[in-house]
Each structure stands twice: as structure tokens, then as C-alpha cells.
């Protein structure tokens, strides 16, 4: 089966393949399919709705399978910011490093048991159809006090994960992967395809 995958993002398109791998499910890229997302605007109001509007976009232009994506972290301190907003949170350009050491500091009043986050990630696929299926995962932590980890990238190195003392960012590939909020929304979506 083959399957577009509705990003432009290089990570999330290798974590993609990496937890598909060995499900019969080939996934193409948006360069394979000769398609851009430039002019497709995330107008939903969650992380769901998001998801959606990209793969239908590129299913009307691929008449293809197509799977999208849209995650982000949730920290509960600050009202779920940045959410829905995450990729885009102080600006699209704005360096990961700048975004958690912000979130970091919004959070230094925060009292134990107050640091609560989590990555969400919702995963749409539409078929050429237009049948819709979706389904979502997360993966609960809290922020840490520093940025720690080499491994992943965006706010993996500040979402810290008591059970295993590490941020997901100190995770290797595999273990995150095992345990993470995309893992377990394309785990749900390979069972559903």
C-alpha cells in the first residue's frame, strides 16, 4: 500500500517511515509526489481539524492515500500553549532553542505537580474517495527545568518523562518511538488502514 505523507518536515517524515516499517504501508513524501504545502493555511481549531485540511489537500492533488499530521505540545501552566500553535509559536523562524528556553521561563513560578505537558499528535488519512479516518495519541510528561537531550528535535529536549528520568529528547529513536504521542496515533491509524 502506498501512502503520501502530508509534511515537509524531514524529522517527522524519517520518525514516520521508521514506525511503518515492516507494515506493507511504502510512504511517499510530498518531493515524491511533486507536491507543496505553501499555500495550504492551517485554519482548524485543533490539532484534528488540522490534520484533515492537510491530507484532503493533498489527496485532491495526488488522487492518492494520503496521511497527515498535526502535533504539538500542551503545557498545562500556560493554558495548553502553544498547542495547536507549536511549529509556529513565536514565529515560524524562531530557533527551538529560543521556544523552549521561552516555555522554560514561563515556567519559573510553576511549584511542583504544576509542570504537567504533553505532545499530542493527531493523524488524519483520507482516501481518494473522500472517506476520512483519523485517530490520536499523546504522550504525558512534564517540563523540565533545562533543555536536556541530543536525540529528536522541536520541544523533544524539554518535555521531561518522570517513569524514565529522561527528556524525549535523551530517548534513543526506538524508545521514543515505542512510547511517543506519532507512534501511537500511526500504530492506531496502520490498524485502522
Do not use: W
Not at 493554558?79 to 511549529?87: H, L, Q, R, T, V
Not at 511549584?111 to 473522500?130: L, Q, T
Request: glycine share 8%.
Amino acid at each position: 500500500m502506498k501512502v503520501v505523507f502530508a509534511t515537509s518536515n524531514e524529522h517527522k517524515l524519517a520518525e514516520v517511515r521508521e514506525i511503518l516499517s515492516g507494515s506493507g504501508i511504502e510512504v511517499l513524501s510530498l518531493k515524491d509526489v511533486n507536491v507543496s504545502m505553501d499555500e495550504v493555511e492551517e485554519t482548524g481549531k485543533t490539532f484534528k481539524e488540522n490534520a484533515i485540511i492537510k491530507a484532503k489537500y493533498v489527496a485532491e492533488k495526488t488522487g492518492m492515500l494520503s496521511l497527515a499530521d498535526d502535533s504539538g505540545l500542551e503545557v498545562d501552566y500556560i493554558n495548553k500553549e502553544p498547542g495547536i500553535y507549536s511549529a509556529r509559536y513565536m514565529g515560524e523562524d524562531t530557533s527551538y532553542t529560543i521556544k523552549n528556553n521561552n516555555i522554560i521561563e514561563r515556567l519559573k513560578d510553576a511549584k511542583e505537580g504544576e509542570r504537567s505537558a504533553r505532545f499530542v499528535c493527531a493523524i488524519a488519512a483520507v482516501f481518494p474517495d473522500g472517506r476520512i479516518l483519523d485517530t490520536q495519541g499523546t504522550m504525558e510528561g512534564e517540563i523540565a527545568h533545562e533543555i536536556r537531550g541530543e536525540n529528536g528535535f522541536g520541544y523533544d529536549p524539554i518535555l521531561y518523562l518522570p517513569k524514565l528520568k529522561k527528556t524525549s529528547a535523551e530517548l534513543s529513536p526506538e524508545e521514543k518511538n515505542a512510547i511517543s504521542h506519532r507512534g501511537k496515533a500511526l500504530r492506531s491509524m496502520k490498524e485502522m488502514l
